[in-house]
């Protein structure tokens, strides 16, 4: 139901857009996130964003240089990278949640990953220093 793609091998300092297409469902139904999980580690929340776009949150190390955004009609959700480094090798997921949050009166952050209910197959995105 989700497919991400635009992963692929980049010089440090280089950039990417992944997207993410959901498909059998509507966009709009979910709020969505990136995560990445890197050779021999646990998998990590990169970037979260609510309904209808209204609230949007990263993790320390990407902010300023990757920018998550969605595009409800198209069904499409994107994570551009910017000013990558080699420590963002990793293989990167999209998810949805149907958790409320970033809203009047929800929570402000996004939901734990165990709170996620569909997953992409994962893109890998490797940078080369």
């Known amino acids: 139901q989700l497919q991400a793609s635009g992963g692929g091998l980049v010089q440090a300092g280089g950039s990417l857009r992944l997207s993410c297409t959901i498909s059998g469902r509507a966009l709009s139904s979910y709020a969505m996130g990136w995560f990445r999980q890197a050779p021999g580690k646990g998998r990590e929340f990169v970037a979260g964003?609510?309904?209808?776009?209204?609230?949007?949150d990263y993790t320390d190390s990407v902010k300023g240089r990757f920018t998550i955004s969605r595009d409800d009609a198209k069904n499409t959700l994107y994570l551009q990278m910017n000013s990558l480094r080699p420590e963002d090798t990793a293989v990167y997921y999209c998810a949805a949640t149907h958790s409320i949050w970033g809203m009047a009166g929800t929570a402000p952050t996004p939901p734990p990953s165990d709170q996620y209910v569909h997953w992409g197959q994962g893109t890998q995105v490797t940078v080369s220093s």
């Open positions: 964003i609510s309904y209808a776009g209204r609230t949007i």
